[in-house]
């Protein structure tokens, strides 16, 4: 996506990994579409920089997803984000919001990849019980052919039993297709699991050392 913000596009590659749906297009035109595709980049920007919480996010999400979102919507926040710290307390306390809404945001989305990882699990562990029923048939049909032709020579039931065993086979190279794409949607997320689990710790520090700064300015 290149929004601009390293967290940003991890939050941006996790929503799409687990709500791949083709993104909603503007209702005008072309202009539009790319000023819209403008604006998300700019909210995931803010998220990953944690300029804005996870609900402020979600709302605006929702806006973006309607095609409804609009520059000033994320003015507003941005420009609350930007406001100049009078002192050193404020100055702190703004740096712990940022790290709290960027925190927070990381372990949504590790909780939500942890549910789509069971659930995908769940729906692969079926796909290859499937499959292993679906060899057991295409053998027993191939088996079947032969004897036909060994015991009885009778090569229509033969060829009835080859055209089964086909048709099988034909349903089983279409859901190993898609347990193999499965897999494939697993390790990218296993991967983007893992950088955000390495976000969340580098947060978790960052949010220590503030704690202990202000502990410091009492």
Known sequence: MGCGSPLGDLFYLADTLLDPRPLPLPRSGGGERGEGGALRAELYQMHGEGQISQEVFTALRALADRGQLRPADLAVHRARARRCPVNGDDVETSRRDVCTNALRGVRSRLTQLAQARAASEKVLADLEARLAGLDERIVGKEQAARDALAAERDEAAARQRLAEKAEFASSRDRLA???????????????????????AAELEAVQARIRLSEEVLK
């Not at 297709?177 to 976000?199: I, N, Y």
């Open 177 to 199: 297709a898609q347990a193999q794409a499965l897999r494939a949607d697993l390790a990218r997320l296993d991967d983007l699991r893992a950088q955000l689990e390495a976000k």
